[in-house]
């Protein structure tokens, strides 16, 4: 900047700039700044006095002054920057390096996830393939083609959530699935035997909600067709898997129960794991000594045959369970809507 020798706020100029070259840190530096653009500053100072000079000097006085502000701004901001650069941080001592750090909070898994992918681990280290599939379903594919025809009473047993379609009479049946069954269907009508695989997914029906029933929940599935599939090949399939959930010495147990697209069809459960089956029970197995936890079956003849599998030819098996449900036995969880109610105390448990 070009200063003139006698021009006004020349000595303060020069005398400041003394002052600034001895400045050591940036304690200094903050009292320099205050001392010369602070309120009651030299600079600040200066502007003011202006008003009682000649008017004719007036005019300079007004420029010289304001070109010195600039100047130390300028010169005090560049050193600002420099103290507090990177490099100045580790060298200067004004900062306190033993103080805690701040904690980041990380995002975990939600439980659903978390078990879900458990389970899709133990069937996967069987050799089984991963699927997924479209949550809003066709009628034809939910039930009709799992041998669930229109106005049969087995519709019953799946309260569902239906998508509005009357406006347009060309779109057939929609709703949200009420099981990920479907996708066994989806899964036979792309591709011929040998099957292998487990389809985990939401699924949704029309519930009240209490402890142990949401109105959206998540399914796996799992479906092997090939030929001379048995039900032993089922029984234990079924309980390699509870005994890699539930632990090694759990045993598993199938009751006749009632599925349309199965036959024989079974409700499996495995020896209670809290009190190992005692006779007496426990509460966790209300006092029985066996916790249900999926419905299973052989894949129903008419089932195969409306994919264009031959039943003579091809057998197979199919089984699904509700994953917070597991996830609840494993954790000792009572209460299914805890899964979304978004309650961060609950959510965090599983990170
Ligand atoms: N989809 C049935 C339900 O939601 C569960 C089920 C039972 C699936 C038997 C199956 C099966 O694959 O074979 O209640």
Redesign the pocket.
Known sequence: MDFQKDSYGNELRLKAIEKFDLISNLEQLEEFKSELLGRKGSITDLIKNISTLPSDQKKDAGKNANLIKIFFQDLIQEKFDDYTSTDAEESNPTLDFSLPGRRKSHGSFHPTTVVVREITKVFTEMGFDLAEGPEVELDEYNFQK?NIPIDHPARD??NTLWVDTTSDVNIQPLLLR????PM?IRLMEKQNPPIRVIVPGK?YRYEATDATHEWQFC?V???VVDKGITFAHLKSTLEEFAQNMFGQKRKARFRC?F?P??EP??EVSIDCFKCDGDRDGCKVCSFTGWIEI??????HPEVLKGVGYDPEIYSG??????AERISMLRNGIDDVRLFYSNDLRFLKQFS
Do not use: Y
């Open positions: 799992l047993m799946w009420t099981h990920t069954s066994q699924t399914q599935e799992g479906l129960d599925f697209f199965v069809g079974a999926m419905g299973a079956g052989m894949v098996f199919a089984f699904g369970m509700g």
